[in-house]
């Protein structure tokens, strides 16, 4: 923490799964520093309470808060998560799973895709997902826990969940009240800002209460109650790119094998989700409003459930985007009221836990440096951008031509980052690599290939070894990821085993 006078009380606006994150993350973290917080939600306001797809990293941020993950995975009623399958992108017909781990090993340091593209150009082999522990774990519906030693084939992938947010927002809050956090009832009508500086001093409730703080973190959502209505940190629009701006979703009962991924099938005006829990699937619709309506993206969603449906569909509208500043003065804004980028890669809980690390490593002294408020929105920047490029290249990269949305995306102009790293991999099958950023060189590896970009070339020291000892190596790598395969559990059997939901009122 910098400077001398140091914050005193944190007050987050705003509950939900960013709210409860960041509590826990920062009660945890600061807890032996005698920082008070304080989060205010109201049971009025509703959250949007669809995402349930995440990334590996939530594992992480969960170990280091002391979580254990079977009583986790049981209360959320969780799934595991191997990767995402993506259906008719690139073409109708099409398939493929971005897996959270490799494809095969490096050979003489040169990374494994290039061996494979010399092997495929030659006709001597097809998929480059046979080569990818986790890819053929999923399509087998199998799973165990990867191995610590780094020389297993089983060491190869990590996983995260697929889980209920509404019961991980509820689990996070009673971890966060044990620790300290207090919760405040009430809906805020004003928040009070000094003319000079853009400070916040308090928020006024509907009873008038008035929640004073140093730091105030916004977790409100869409509207963006601080940083943007009282603070005006503007909006960057990025629905050029991004032309989905509305979802229609939906939990239907379960009637297929519980596979460990999510999918996402390319739809006429946007894409479906599949995410499957313990008890429930998860179902979802992202489309433009510019190529179709509610109605039929309502009519599409339903007539495609596999089972019968639990609830009313919900619709949500959204913009994607993100704020111009994500800290202003002493509001920081994590989660849906920093900004959203559509749920195509399961980004939104990771865009939280990197606020949350983000504030926690620059959390300032009361008189709020100018410095960390630069950092905090340099490194915030960098990670929505990063994620928007990647998020776009499914779109772009597609030989679909069936209906004006695709006829759009294929042919938008796209951001030089993108285009720059889409031209070297056609042209050497070089993937850019950054020092930060989320995705890396396996997750563009698996879009790429599996959205049809085919590099013209490969890396020209892979001539330097013989062919029948390249085609040799291939094959006993391949078999080697079969075998071990083949000796797994189950993806339901484990989940038995390990973190079965709780009964209740005598239904599992």
Known sequence: ???????????????????????????????????????????????????????????????????????????????????????????????????????????????????????HKASREGRIDSFSLPVVMGELAKFAMPSADPRSVMASYSYAYQLDAGLYAKFLREFAEARGVQRIEGKIVEVSVRPEGGVVDFVTLENDRKITGDL?????????????????????????????????????????????????????????????????????????????????????????????????PKFIGFRAGKRRRQWVGNCVAIGLSSGFLEPLESTSIYLIQAGITALAELLPSRAMHEADIREFNRVMDLEYERVRDFLILHYHATERNDSPFWDYVRTMPIPESLAYKLELFRKTGVVVQYKDGLFLHPSWIAVYLGQRVVPDGYDPRVDALPDEQLYKALAEMKALIGQTVSGLPTHADFLRDYCPRPVADGVL
């Open 1 to 119: 923490m910098n400077g001398s006078e140091n914050i005193k009380k944190i007050v987050i606006v705003g509950g939900g799964t960013a709210g409860w994150m960041t509590a826990a993350g920062l009660s945890h973290v600061f807890r032996a520093n005698g920082i008070e917080i304080a989060l205010v939600e109201s049971d009025q306001i509703g959250t949007i309470g669809v995402g349930e797809a995440t990334l590996p990293h939530l594992r992480f941020f969960n170990e280091h808060l002391g979580i254990d993950e079977s009583e986790f995975m049981a209360r959320t009623s969780a799934t595991f998560k191997l990767g995402i399958e993506f259906r008719d992108w690139g073409r109708q017909g099409d398939a493929y799973i971005h897996p959270f781990g490799e494809y095969g090993r490096e050979i003489r340091g040169i990374d494994f895709h290039h061996f494979w593209l010399k092997a």
């Open 216 to 312: 105030f973190i916004d977790c409100s959502g869409f509207r963006g109650l601080i940083i943007e209505q009282a603070l005006k940190a503007g909006y960057e629009d990025w629905s050029q790119y991004l032309p989905c701006d509305r979802a229609v979703a939906v939990p239907c009962e379960m009637t297929a094998e519980n596979v460990p991924y999510t999918r996402a099938t390319a739809r006429e005006a946007g894409w479906q989700w599949r995410i499957p829990l313990q008890h429930r699937v998860g179902n979802g619709y992202v489309f433009s409003s510019r190529f179709t309506d509610d109605e039929r993206a309502s009519d599409i969603l339903m007539s495609s459930l596999e089972g019968a449906p639990l609830a009313e």
